[in-house]
């Protein structure tokens, strides 16, 4: 039985937590261009690798997308479909807002720690995504421009197991015949 979470009525919230949607906070007006975008859905999907992994899609009436990603945990796919009413017909681009949006929203669920900050981190994530590309910049100019040219880039998906032994190392590390040596 699936559960219809934009049904529910939090009997606290009118007391417990500030309402900071787009409505409330007088945030409705046109910006002009590609700009008025309204998001229409958020979904979520598991990719098992080491851990599975919670991607998040957030999805616009402009038909652009953006995807983020939660940190495992158990329930945050139905912590993000909880949340999912809380940002239907809200302009992507608000990003900070709609954090805050969100906190306040699951403040009675545990939103300053756990799955609930989890989930909350992915849809952030996403829509700093989708901010980007309404935007026609990378997503890192929306976070403070660029630091270098090129960055290392290091990918390991866990996709093979793990070996039983570790091999032994070739030629001792230096560290090792230096902390030797020293004692």
């Known amino acids: 039985m699936s559960k219809q979470y934009a049904d529910l009525h939090d009997p606290n919230a009118e007391y417990t937590m500030r309402e900071l949607s787009a409505e409330t906070m007088g945030v409705t007006g046109s ?20 851990f599975p992994w919670t991607l998040v899609r957030v999805y616009t009436d402009a038909g652009v997308v953006g995807t983020g990603e939660a940190y495992w945990g158990a329930g945050v796919p139905e912590i993000i479909e ?16 709609l954090y ?15 799955v609930t900050v ?30 270098r040219d090129s960055v290392r880039v290091y990918c390991d998906c866990h ?15 230096a560290w090792l015949r230096n902390s030797a040596t020293t004692r």
């Open 31 to 50: 910006r002009g261009g590609d700009r008025d975008v309204a998001i229409t859905d958020v979904q979520t999907t598991m990719v098992d690798g080491n």
């Open 82 to 97: 909880r949340m999912t009413p809380f940002l239907v017909g809200e302009n992507p681009l608000d990003i900070d807002r």
């Open 100 to 114: 805050e949006h969100l906190v306040q929203k699951m403040s009675g669920e545990g939103s300053v720690e756990g």
């Open 118 to 147: 989890t989930a909350i981190s992915g849809i952030e994530l996403a829509l700093h995504d989708l901010a980007g590309k309404i935007l026609g910049i990378p997503a890192y100019q929306l976070l403070g421009g660029k630091y």
């Open 159 to 173: 996709t093979e197991a793990e070996p039983t032994q570790r091999p032994a190392p070739t030629r001792p590390n």
